[in-house]
């Protein structure tokens, strides 16, 4: 299984982003998406999730600014990040995960957003 996750950068403060994730390698169902992010010396934190029924989970921190959405006929989710700040610099990490059986939970491999002043 891969994720492959794409459309980090650098942006100036106020400035938008989106990223893409698109899964593959294996057969899908029942599952959630999700963006992760983890700034320098910090704990790794939930951005924002989509269940494959289309149910989001958005960080508080980020509400109102990012929004994800998911489609599931391409394994692919999005973050549509507006009005970035710079405490939104961080590597973020695209997810992948069912919680029932059968279990998974992959991660794909980060893509780098920084943030300008």
């Known amino acids: 299984v891969q994720l492959q996750a794409s459309g980090g950068g650098v942006v100036q403060a106020g400035g938008s982003l989106r990223l893409s994730c698109a899964a593959s390698?294996?057969?899908?169902?029942?599952?959630?998406m999700g963006w992760y992010r983890q700034a320098p010396g910090k704990q790794r934190d939930m951005v924002a999730t989509?269940?494959?029924?289309?149910?989001?989970d958005i960080a508080d921190s980020v509400e109102g600014r990012f929004t994800i959405s998911r489609d599931n006929a391409k394994n692919t989710v999005y973050l549509q990040m507006n009005s970035l700040k710079p405490e939104d610099t961080a590597v973020y990490y695209c997810n992948l995960k069912r919680v029932w059986i059968p279990c998974y939970n992959y991660w794909g491999q980060g893509t780098l957003v920084t943030v300008s002043s």
């Open positions: 390698g294996g057969a899908f169902s029942g599952h959630t």
């Open positions: 989509v269940t494959s029924g289309g149910i989001t």
